[in-house]
């Protein structure tokens, strides 16, 4: 499975961003696609998922804001981000489960100003 990520940049606090991920390869039975980032001196975190099931999971600190959708017609996973602050300021990385192996794209920069 490889995953190429794009729509990062930099965006004024209030501003809104949208992620996309596209899955290509091996690409059946991913069971799960999400978003991570981590911040500079700071580890990995969860930003939000969804199954096949189309449940989203997000974390608490995204919950009202962000909005991930998958489209299984193009095989893409998006990241909807509204009312950006500068604590979202990451590096973002896609993210595929696949018969518990974990697939990662490559990280776009995401960057809030105040």
């Known amino acids: 499975v490889q995953l190429q990520a794009s729509g990062g940049g930099l965006v004024q606090a209030g501003g809104s961003l949208r992620l996309s991920c596209a899955a290509s390869?091996?690409?059946?039975?991913?069971?799960?696609m999400g978003w991570y980032r981590q911040a500079p001196g700071k580890q990995r975190e969860v930003v939000a998922s969804?199954?096949?099931?189309?449940?989203?999971i997000y974390a608490d600190s995204v919950k009202g804001r962000f909005t991930i959708s998958r489209d299984y017609t193009k095989n893409t996973v998006y990241l909807q981000m509204n009312s950006l602050k500068p604590e979202d300021t990451a590096v973002y990385f896609c993210?595929?489960?696949?018969?518990?192996?974990?697939?990662w794209g490559q990280g776009t920069q995401v960057t809030v100003s105040s």
């Open positions: 993210n595929a489960k696949k018969t518990a192996i974990n697939y």
């Open positions: 969804i199954s096949t099931s189309r449940t989203p």
């Open positions: 390869g091996s690409i059946f039975n991913i069971a799960i």
